[in-house]
């Protein structure tokens, strides 16, 4: 099975980024984490990265067109993209919201997500670790069904 892992933006400067806050590993450090784990779970896992809404919305519309599995860090868009949201409805196939942070241990105007609603679950607050959780409830979904 593959499953698209899908990066929001400022994600792809993860390990230099704010690193008291989303940690030390590098986006390159992630990227291994998640193909690893991917095999674990007998996926073949894609991690992308962009900072464009565009290109997020148009990564969403491929998965529903193709039924593949998300997990989705919608980073700062989490909290205003109607956009992302209405692609996020369309899918036709687990998708799981993740969060490095807590977004409700910080910020006011991280504690709504446009997403959630519309996202099978939602994974937030344990480091990249929230990766490994949702890629398990991935693989516990499509069992599952
Ligand atoms: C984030 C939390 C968001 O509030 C923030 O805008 C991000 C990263 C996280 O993974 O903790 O860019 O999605």
Not at 24 to 41: H, M, N, P
Request: glycine share 8%.
């Amino acid at each position: 099975t593959r499953v698209l892992v899908l990066n929001g933006p400022n994600l792809g400067r993860l390990g230099s980024r704010e690193p008291d806050v989303y940690g030390a590993t590098s986006y390159a450090g992630l990227v291994e984490r998640c193909t690893a784990l991917g095999k674990e779970f007998g996926f073949e896992v894609e991690v992308r990265e962009t900072n464009s809404e565009q290109q997020m919305v148009e990564w969403l519309h491929q998965a529903a067109d193709d039924r593949t599995p998300v997990v989705l860090n919608p980073a700062a868009f989490t909290h205003y993209s109607y956009a992302m949201r209405d692609a996020a409805a369309q899918r036709t196939a687990p998708l799981i919201e993740v969060h490095i942070s807590n977004p409700y241990a910080r910020e006011e105007f991280r504690h709504t997500s446009v997403i959630a609603a519309v996202a099978s679950g939602t994974i937030a607050g344990f480091g990249i670790g929230s990766y490994e959780l949702a890629l398990r409830a991935v693989a516990e979904q499509l069992t599952t069904r």
